[in-house]
């Protein structure tokens, strides 16, 4: 919750103290679950390096621990490198990025049915990834091959329509982008109204939106805190 409203420095507090709780369990799931969001946490306050380091090491504790034996295991070793792919990509490492991916996408296929990391779920990463490397034209691709109904929760929908309004946004195709910013809104709305990411979208659409062909769009601006 705290990395999904910003709040960078609470986020470091609770980090410590959800790893010394881990510290106690012995558990190697938990353990590469508190690497990944340690990872975010660190790469949210500019630690890329620090932050692949993290996760890269939750990763190889995890094989060495495990085996990757189970199908939980390889989940949680998927989940790992997408992570470490995003990371790549937003410090603007593109080989590294996509190899790492093509890694994850061979754990949720080693996963297999009934896992909550899938393929799915690696096509989600491809179009925040395209993202991240600012190729907004392959991430428009790769989103609409994706059907946001097969995507396992609320959170990873709504993590869908924001990838595509930004990359719709960075296309310059803004009828769509709105579009996608009111189906991120319809599926979990929460998500858009408490979010930087979609208050400066929102911003933006505003100050280009000279013409006011955007429907309601000031009323949508309106409601998430944009304008009076």
């Not at 799931?29 to 939750?58: F, P």
């Not at 080693?110 to 990391?117: P, V």
């Not at 979609?198 to 409601?223: E, W």
Request: charged content about 25%; aromatic content about 6%.
């Amino acid at each position: 919750m705290l990395i999904k409203l910003h709040e960078d420095g609470m986020s470091w507090s609770i980090m410590d103290r959800a790893g010394r709780a881990v510290q106690t369990c012995g558990d190697p799931l938990l353990e590469a679950e508190h690497a990944r969001i340690t990872a975010i946490v660190l790469r949210r306050t500019r630690h890329r390096d620090h932050a692949q380091k993290v996760i890269l090491t939750g990763a190889a504790t995890l094989d060495a621990a495990t085996g990757l034996r189970q199908p939980a295991d390889v989940t949680a070793y998927g989940r790992l490198l997408a992570t470490a792919a995003y990371t790549a990509a937003l410090a603007d490492q593109r080989d590294t990025a996509l190899a790492m991916l093509t890694e994850a996408d061979e754990a949720a296929r080693r996963a297999g049915l009934g896992s909550t990391f899938g393929s799915v779920d690696v096509a989600l990463y491809r179009i925040g990834i395209a993202r991240a490397l600012g190729d907004f034209g392959t991430a428009v691709e790769h989103a609409r091959v994706v059907a946001p109904e097969q995507l396992s929760s609320v959170e990873r929908r709504a993590r869908y329509w924001q990838d595509t309004a930004l990359a719709l946004h960075g296309r310059g195709a803004q009828a769509a982008a709105y579009r996608a910013l009111l189906a991120a809104e319809q599926t979990a709305p929460q998500e858009v109204r408490y979010r930087p990411w979609a208050q400066k979208l929102t911003a933006d659409l505003l100050s280009n939106d000279c013409r006011q062909s955007l429907a309601d769009l000031r009323a949508f601006a309106a409601r998430i805190g944009i304008v009076d």
